[in-house]
């Protein structure tokens, strides 16, 4: 079971990372290129919401009673 973990947790630290350089990459439009439009910040609101609530759902794995079903 430890090793099915690790798996979880690295594709999950990979997905991280790869949200981490788009997010990257957004500024540096936002800052560059053109300014966030209308669009944009709702889409950003859009992110944050989703963002916000996986990391509550992240933080509650550490509440996780061990429980077996029979």
């Keep these: ?3 099915e973990n690790i798996q979880h947790y690295a594709a999950l630290i990979k997905d991280v990372n790869t949200m981490a350089s788009r997010i990257n990459a957004l500024a540096y439009n936002f800052k560059e290129e053109a ?3 209308t ?3 709702s889409l950003i609101d859009s992110l ?3 963002a916000t609530e996986t990391l509550t759902e992240a933080n ?3 509440g996780i009673t061990f429980n077996p079903t029979p």
């Design 1 to 3: 079971m430890l090793n």
């Design 60 to 62: 509650a794995l550490k």
């Design 48 to 50: 944050v919401l989703a």
């Design 35 to 37: 300014a966030p439009s």
């Design 39 to 41: 669009l944009d910040n």
